[in-house]
């Protein structure tokens, strides 16, 4: 799929065949003179998350994330709550991320705003940094304590790591894989919805994949299981970070080998074949019964690109 890195929070420029990620120079994360020269640049940014979510400034329609000079930020990030996200979309200066803390004062003009709003909004490499360091931080806070002995760990490698002190084993921010299936039949693709979901909104199925299975059995359990419907071929599309709070989205698109939906009430509230007509009406606000999914999303996007006739 061409246009595959160009989904939101992908990071890249719209540019086919990547090349133009941001770089997080990780080969500094353990070199505390070259944070150190790093940080003492004029350049030096802090990017600034409250309670996960960016702070941003300027207007709604164009938001920028909030930089400020590095401050007394500790450029290695040995305090909790503090990364260092590699160099800028410049390419010259280095980028660190800080949590401010619920109710902490912000700067005037600046304000908070729920990433998965702001993320079609912002610059592609800004959507990126925002994501890396919500799921950075939001892996650090919720992971203060070793899970092989349960004694306190410390932040290591600029935020990248945790280490035990008492029983000396390395943690590692974590990515959970989900799988998000398009499932074609006749020209038609399964949609379905989630309990708890805003009013009419439909969107690809999805799961998480189990120890020991592999993407293309994950689709086809889970659809399954979601649906009663029987998927043969499954290829890969496009992935997506997903910090809420740590998954990577997997796309892909399947065969449905049956028509009949039986849908699983405990996982799926409805299911339907949609037409390309009907998709077209739903994102157009103009289906009295289906809404699409939200902008931003890779489900938007793949389903998108599949109206476009452009997954292959
Ligand atoms: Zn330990």
Redesign the pocket.
């Known amino acids: 799929m061409d246009l595959a890195e160009t989904v939101t929070f992908g990071g890249l420029l719209g540019i086919p065949g990547g090349g133009l990620g941001r770089d997080r120079a990780a080969q500094l994360r353990g070199d505390g003179a070259g944070l150190g020269a790093l940080a003492a640049r004029a350049g030096a940014r802090r990017l600034v998350l409250q309670g996960g979510a960016p702070v941003v400034v300027g207007p709604t329609e164009a938001p920028r994330l909030l930089r400020l000079a590095l401050g007394d930020l500790d450029p290695e990030a040995r305090g909790e709550g503090t990364a260092f996200l590699g160099l800028d979309e410049g390419g010259a200066e280095g980028v660190w991320v800080e949590e401010a803390g619920e109710g902490a004062p912000l700067p005037e003009g600046a304000r908070t705003d729920d990433l998965r709003a702001l993320a079609p909004h912002l610059p592609p490499a800004e959507a990126e940094m925002a994501a890396t360091g919500r799921a950075l931080l939001g892996w650090q806070a919720g992971h203060r304590f070793?899970s092989?002995?349960g004694?306190a760990?410390l932040p290591a490698q600029a935020g990248w790591q945790r280490t035990?002190p008492?029983?000396g084993?390395h943690h590692f921010p974590r990515t959970d894989p989900v799988v998000i299936m398009l499932v074609e039949r006749g020209g038609r693709v399964l949609l379905g919805r989630s309990p708890g979901w805003p009013e009419g909104m439909h969107s690809l199925l999805a799961g998480f994949i189990e120890p020991g299975e592999t993407v293309e059995a994950a689709v086809r359990r889970e659809v399954a299981e979601e649906t009663g419907v029987r998927v043969g071929r499954v290829g890969y599309l496009a992935s997506q970070p997903w910090p809420f709070p740590a998954s990577l989205m997997l796309g892909c698109r399947g065969e449905g080998l049956s028509e009949k939906i039986e849908v699983d009430p405990q996982e799926v509230e409805s299911a339907l074949w949609v037409s390309r007509e009907r998709l077209l009406r739903a994102f157009a606000g103009e289906d009295a019964a289906i809404r699409a999914p939200r902008r931003g999303s890779i489900a938007a996007f793949i389903l998108r690109e599949w109206l476009a006739d452009r997954l292959d």
Do not use: E, F, G, V
């Open positions: 070793c092989r002995c004694a760990s035990c008492a029983c084993a």
